[in-house]
């Protein structure tokens, strides 16, 4: 089993920064991919962006050259510069195993006033 744990949510102006933390533990070893996904009210969850065990990241085109992903082994980073109110959002960690099972945490609520 794995478990994440998130925290660093909070609420924010526009154009400010908040940074993001997910750790995980339990069978760490068997994780692959580690990111955050978010999901707004009334709205699908969605990618923001994730990273590869090697440390190759991937982005969603709507925070490429705001939000910068991090790992450091089992814990997982998400800087976000220059916040917007579309970016109010539940955030959710999320690994995935070499296996494709995937396993979330908890969420935390960004929110980002005009």
């Known amino acids: 089993q794995v478990q994440l744990a998130e925290s660093g949510g909070g609420f924010v102006q526009a154009g400010e920064s908040l940074r993001l933390l997910c750790a995980a533990s339990?069978?760490?070893?068997?994780?692959?991919?580690m990111g955050w996904f978010r999901q707004a009210p009334g709205k699908q969850r969605e990618l923001v962006a994730d990273?590869?065990?090697?440390?190759r990241p991937n982005y969603a085109d709507s925070v490429k050259g705001r939000f910068t992903i991090s790992r450091d082994k089992s814990t997982v980073y998400l800087q976000m510069n220059s916040l917007k109110p579309e970016d109010t959002a539940v955030y959710y960690c999320n690994g995935q195993r070499f296996t494709g099972r995937d396993y979330w945490g908890q969420g935390t609520q960004v929110t980002v006033s005009s």
């Open positions: 339990g069978f760490t070893a068997s994780i692959n991919r």
């Open positions: 990273i590869s065990r090697d440390g």
